[in-house]
Nanobody, 126 residues
Framework: QVQLVESGGGSVQPGGSLRLSCAAP????????MGWFRHPPEKGREGVAA????????YIADSVKGRFTISQDNAKNTLYLQMNSLKPEDTAMYYC???????????????????WGQGTQVTVSS
């Protein structure tokens, strides 16, 4: 399976924005559930956003709803996570993830991941 490669992480002040990118060649043209998970320090992993590539249907966690947006650009083979109004509690390692899905029936925030990216760090601090 082709590797997922994240980029776009960094340090930002509260209220700032970042856009994470996930290079995903071969995924967006197929039937995949793709998403972003995060792992804050000393906390469990959390699914923050998911997307069914065939329909574009998206799922957003309540903790980031209204602030984060997941999207895909098929021409660039890239999955994005636009993060606005960032808060210190958004500090975490963010991972891109993917899994094949049948008609998106098992695509949700906690989908069973088959492929992981290496992660990109997001730090929100004043």
């Amino acid at each position: 399976q082709v590797q997922l490669v994240e980029s776009g992480g960094g340090s930002v002040q509260p209220g700032g924005s970042l856009r994470l990118s996930c290079a995903a060649p071969g995924y967006l043209s197929g039937a995949y559930c793709m998403g972003w998970f995060r792992h804050p320090p000393e906390k469990g992993r959390e699914g923050v956003a998911a997307l069914y590539t065939s329909s574009g249907t998206t799922y957003i966690a309540d903790s980031v709803k209204g602030r984060f947006t997941i999207s895909q650009d098929n021409a660039k083979n890239t999955l994005y996570l636009q993060m606005n109004s960032l808060k210190p509690e958004d500090t975490a390692m963010y991972y891109c993830a993917a899994a094949p899905t049948y008609q998106g029936r098992d695509c949700h925030l906690a989908f069973r991941v088959k492929s992981w990216g290496q992660g990109t760090q997001v730090t929100v601090s004043s």
